[in-house]
């Protein structure tokens, strides 16, 4: 199937283009009235996730209402250590709950890994192969995965934290342990990110999003090698990295076989250029908070966002839309960036 609007994997892939492409993280999500209506007639998070069809549904509300180059699969990133046995809650104003953590050998030894855990995730995979029928070749369809790391980091902490200071504990008493708790979520995450694509996904994104707590020498240590087998073994589509609040590593990310670095509101373009070189594409960066202003100040702040950026540029946030921005702000940002044209 052709897709219409190829501006983002034409970006993604190097290629000249007359105008960066525009997607959001959490575009697909409470910022839309659509998504709420869903949302407010299910028991809970977990069952839009696992049902394929409200997840295709909610994943094309964003590329309706907004007319944004990209739509990303509505999932979640902890379905991987389900996946792997260790289930867990969606606790509503308070997040993802672990009732049970990673604390022995033996608990890693009973977790199931690789393809036999991916297999696991089947609603994952019809739910893709649905959106992209449905999609019709409109825009591509973006799925993902959260990091070695930050999976571990839920699986050892057994909730949200400001610190991790449980799993980074691990890291500093048993790295071991830690190493082969990491090498597990490897695996499982290569054999869940080729399904995915096997299924319709065109790019694959690595979200880690707790890169920032780590110390570059831990960075190094327990996530860059990590990230670095799951780019080289997925070959089949692009390959965008994620780190948030790693700038002490751009240079490191600028090695891995990926093809687009993901950049947080607090790295500024130019540093992160010159850090990562001229052969990958950015993707980034405007402060999510951004999007309560007013839109003509949205639209100033996002035409001096795009000219820092320059060339090799996909337009996003530096992390993930919050819910209760504005409609209109993020319609201003969106908007904004589709009427641009490079010079």
Not at 30 to 50: C, D, H, M, T, W
Not at 136 to 150: H, K, N, Q, Y
Not at 217 to 227: D, G, M, T, V
Request: contains cysteine; neutral net charge; charged residues 25%.
């Amino acid at each position: 199937m052709s897709t219409k609007n190829d501006l983002f994997l034409r970006t993604a892939r190097g290629e000249a283009v007359e105008r960066p492409p525009v997607w959001l993280m959490r575009q697909a999500g409470r910022i839309l009235p659509q998504y709420r209506a869903i949302r407010n007639r299910l028991s809970g998070f977990k069952e839009l996730v696992e049902t394929p069809e409200l997840a295709a549904e909610v994943t094309i509300q964003p590329v309706d209402e907004l007319g944004v180059d990209a739509a990303i699969i509505f999932s979640d990133i902890l379905v991987i250590p389900e996946a792997m046995g260790l289930p867990y809650e969606m606790v509503e104003k308070r997040g993802p709950l672990f009732p049970q953590v990673i604390g022995s050998e033996a608990d890693i030894k009973a977790l199931k890994s690789g393809a036999f855990a991916a297999a696991d995730l089947q609603y994952v995979y019809d739910a893709v192969a649905l959106t992209r029928k449905q999609l019709d070749g409109r825009v591509p369809l973006i799925g993902f995965s959260g990091a070695p790391w930050t999976l571990l980091a839920y699986m050892v902490e057994g909730s949200g934290s400001k610190t991790f200071s449980k799993a980074k504990k691990l890291l500093y008493t048993n790295p071991g342990l830690a190493h082969q708790l990491l090498e597990k979520i490897s695996e499982t995450i290569i054999a869940y990110l080729k399904l995915k694509v096997q299924s319709g996904v065109q790019l694959v994104q690595i979200f880690d999003s707790w890169a920032g707590i780590l110390s570059p020498e831990q960075y190094r240590e327990f996530a860059l090698p990590y990230i670095r087998a799951i780019c080289e073994g997925i070959t089949e589509v692009p390959v965008t990295v994620f780190s948030k609040g790693a700038w002490f590593v751009y240079e490191d990310l600028g090695q891995l076989d990926c093809q687009v670095i993901g950049l947080d509101w607090n790295t500024p373009p130019e540093v992160a250029r010159q850090w990562v070189g001229d052969g990958k594409v950015l993707q980034g960066n405007l402060d999510p908070c951004q999007l309560y202003a007013a839109p003509e100040v949205i639209e100033k702040a996002a035409i001096k966002m795009l000219e820092r950026f320059g060339r090799k540029h996909i337009a996003n946030l530096g992390h993930g839309v919050y819910p209760d921005t504005p409609l209109e702000g993020v319609r201003a940002y969106v908007d904004t960036v589709k009427a641009y044209r490079y010079k």
